[in-house]
């Protein structure tokens, strides 16, 4: 499968203009101390022809419980290009059908978006996907040539139902999530890892650049969902340095434990089941850097994001209580009693200002 980025849906807010932000503080030695918060915007980047190295493969020890990705699965069926160009042909005919309506409703996916996701769905079924020999077949007459997929075309038929008339997430439909050089596995349970959340590995990546001790030392990614933040500083790390990665949800720890298996993480990564900062005790005034992308939504905003989001991704990883503020003002409360002196701790906020008055 060509590893391109694609892009994932945000977190959507009705009535605001919202701005992603990664508020970090850095602790210096006793007695100083200081904050600063950072507010940036990621725009969805178009990324170059020039694809990463190819992600490493499955590991026959994967935990069993996490259903591998459709690009990683091997291609045990076969069907006749007839029928695949048959699904084909009703799969984006149904995506035609949607034009803007979710877009208005919700800030949803448009016809035109779900049409690049029925292709990125060929790539990953098909092995060896090359649509120029099913045209060349259509051509010769000879539609009954057989192809090898890794999805029944019944299968097919189903998942893409699913993200239509369920609006289940496109990421789901496949299990796996393009973020930074990673592909990351993803399901039912666990947090899409989303392009803003990419700023607080890049900020890791300019404090270990300067600072030997950070990039020696150890990191902890609370509320890791999928892994995301933790392998993408273990990456960062290199050689030095090793990385906590806590959660809460069981589906969480076996997802993230299949993606740092996957990237041969397994002795920088330690992935430990838990509330936030309970994971870490015994490491108490030895940590680092802490980072984390917490629940910061909302109760009552939940209803109002977008289908995909609000349906379907774990209210767990979303919902930060009646402010946003809960999960937040927990780790700023817990996060000095982890952190040595001139240490790091990043997490990711959303800010919104509401918008203005119509004239």
Request: charged share 25%; hydrophobic share 40%; aromatic share 8%.
């Amino acid at each position: 499968m060509k590893p391109t980025v694609r892009p994932s849906f945000v977190r959507a807010w009705p009535c605001i203009a919202s701005d992603f932000s990664t508020f970090f503080l850095r602790l210096p030695p006793p007695p100083l101390a200081h904050a600063r918060n950072i507010a940036q915007i990621r725009h969805r980047r178009i990324h170059s022809s020039l694809s990463p190295p190819p992600p490493p493969p499955l590991l026959a020890s994967s935990p069993p419980s996490v259903p591998p990705p459709l690009f990683l699965r091997p291609p045990k069926y076969t069907t006749t290009v007839a029928d695949l160009l048959e699904w084909h042909s009703w799969a984006k005919s149904l995506a035609a059908s949607v034009g803007s309506s979710f877009e208005d409703s919700d800030n949803g996916p448009d016809s035109r978006l779900l049409c690049r996701e029925l292709n990125w769905l060929m790539e990953d079924v098909l092995d060896g996907f090359d649509p120029s020999l099913m045209h060349k077949a259509v051509a010769r007459d000879d539609p009954d040539v057989i192809v090898s997929s890794r999805a029944d075309v019944q299968e097919l038929y189903r998942l893409w139902k699913q993200r239509i008339e369920e609006r289940r997430p496109f990421q789901y439909i496949v299990g796996c999530e393009h973020w930074r050089d990673l592909i990351l596995c993803v399901r039912e349970g666990v947090l899409i890892p989303r392009p803003e959340t990419e700023i607080i590995v890049d900020l890791v990546g300019d404090v270990i650049s300067k600072d030997q001790g950070l990039r020696e030392g150890l990191w902890a990614d609370l509320g890791t969902g999928s892994g995301a933040i933790a392998i993408g500083i273990a990456k960062i790390l290199g050689d030095y340095g090793s990385v906590i990665a806590t959660d809460l949800s069981p589906v969480a720890i076996q997802v993230a434990s299949f993606n740092v298996e996957r990237y041969s993480l397994q002795e920088k990564i330690e992935v430990r089941e838990g509330s936030w900062l309970d994971p870490l005790k015994g490491v108490e005034g030895k940590v680092a850097g802490l980072v984390s992308n917490p629940p910061y939504i909302p109760s009552d905003d939940i209803g109002g994001l977008q289908a995909e989001v609000g349906r379907h991704e774990p209210r767990l990883a979303l919902d930060g209580g009646a402010e946003g503020m809960d999960d937040l003002l927990h780790l700023c409360n817990g996060a000095a009693s982890m952190l040595k002196p001139g240490s790091f701790f990043a997490f990711e906020v959303l800010l919104f200002i509401e918008s203005p008055p119509s004239s």
